[in-house]
């Protein structure tokens, strides 16, 4: 009697503290990192539904591209699937994975106007999970390019809770191939931190009907972590960080002498050791990964300056303002 008594509240608690997700990459609906994600998501109790791009779609930011045809004409990623399907559809075996032809926000518009409520009964959205990437999107200057940040800088304006999640294994790599219970490898360490997040947003949310207030997210960077990829960290920490900071850099261009071709670098700029906005006394973004610690940046949909700075700007020309 005791232990059907224990099992009951047991039942219970798991009940009030599942969430519905809904879950995207820039990488693809086949990466090996979202799939693992998605697998213990749901093994923590959650309610999870995947739509993510049929093809690579890193880079494109909040870029809002929608299929161009009713088929794939090219192959998607790792060939999975091939070109001359439908240009979106889900696994034979689990409606609750999905791949759509489109960028990482178009991903999120379709699974809430489309997906959601033709397939699942209108179903109401906790929060809204893009990655873990594969690779960082590290301060302003990803934030303004990553497919990933694209997906819940996209779902932060639609009113959802959103948090973006990316890692430095950088291993662009098909789940049938790489997907496995390994503890130590790169994609079950990212899964792994990420739901203990989750947990412990989820468990200080209570009985708020929200997670974070309106137009906020959250950028969360891993850094290179798991036996797989050489890392000897397998644990990384949690530090609370911001965009900008020193040791911030930006991608400059640079021409090939040999292929006579422009290539991208990452060069230091010191423009945005300038802190004019939010907590000052933070780490930066790129200065956290470093180490064995990952970075949990705050983000806000207002991007205007602080009053004081844009009073400066405003009066070298506010004698033409009306």
Not at 175 to 182: I, M
Request: with cysteine; aromatic share 12%.
């Amino acid at each position: 009697m005791k232990f059907t008594s224990l099992f009951a509240i047991a039942t219970s608690l798991a009940a009030v503290s599942a969430k519905n997700i809904l879950l995207t990459n820039d990488d693809g609906w086949a990466a090996t990192n979202i799939r693992a994600f998605y697998r213990d998501l749901k093994a923590a109790g959650h309610n999870v539904v995947m739509v993510a791009p049929a093809v690579q779609m890193s880079g494109n930011g909040g870029k809002f591209q929608l299929a161009a045809s009713n088929t794939l004409e090219t192959d998607a990623e790792f060939g999975y699937p091939p070109a001359g399907s439908p240009s979106w559809g889900h696994e034979e075996d689990d409606l609750n994975v999905w791949y759509y032809n489109g960028t990482p926000a178009a991903c999120v518009g379709v699974a809430l106007d489309y997906i959601l409520p033709t397939y699942f009964n209108n179903m109401t959205v906790d929060v809204v999970l893009g990655g873990p990437n594969e690779g960082t999107n590290l301060g302003e200057r990803d934030f303004v390019l990553s497919g990933t940040i694209g997906a819940a800088y996209y779902a932060t304006e639609r009113g959802y809770s959103a948090i973006a999640f990316s890692g430095a294994n950088s291993n662009n790599s098909f789940f049938k191939d790489t997907l496995d219970d390994d503890p130590n490898h790169s994609a079950n360490i990212y899964s792994k931190k990420s739901v203990e997040l989750l947990d412990a947003l989820f468990e200080k949310q209570g009985n708020n009907e929200r997670l974070f207030p309106l137009s906020t997210g959250l950028n969360v960077n891993y850094p290179k972590a798991g036996s797989d990829v050489g890392s000897d960290c397998l644990d990384p920490v949690f530090y609370h960080s911001r965009q900008t900071g020193p040791n911030y850099f930006v991608y400059s261009a640079k021409v090939n002498e040999e292929t006579n071709l422009v290539e991208y670098i990452s060069s230091y700029d010191n423009v945005l050791d300038v802190c004019s906005a939010g907590d000052c006394s933070l780490p930066a973004e790129f200065e956290i990964i470093k180490n064995c610690a990952s970075s949990i940046t705050v983000f806000s949909l207002d991007p205007d300056s602080k009053k004081k700075v844009t009073d400066d700007v405003i009066a070298k020309f506010d004698s033409i303002l009306s």
